[in-house]
């Protein structure tokens, strides 16, 4: 168990220069990625959610004009 705490130790405060340029436009391409994600997800669950809530509705609204515009 020490020999792990001390590999990963050693891992982990010895950095090594990795000699990449990242552009100024990687920041943006994250932020976009990154919204992206999170506004499908919340598009999804607005769709499990939404639609056959809608379709309750209109069952239920369809029922009451049938109730109300019965002919005796």
Do not use: H, S
């Amino acid at each position: 168990m020490f020999k792990l705490i001390y590999i990963c130790f050693v891992f982990w405060f010895i950095a090594f220069p990795a000699f990449a340029y990242l552009g100024p436009g990687l920041g943006g391409g994250v932020i976009a990625a990154t919204m992206g994600i999170i506004v499908a997800i919340f598009a999804a669950l607005f769709g499990l959610i939404w639609f056959p809530l809608k379709r309750l509705l209109k069952k239920r609204k369809e029922k009451k004009y049938q109730e109300n515009n019965k002919i005796d």
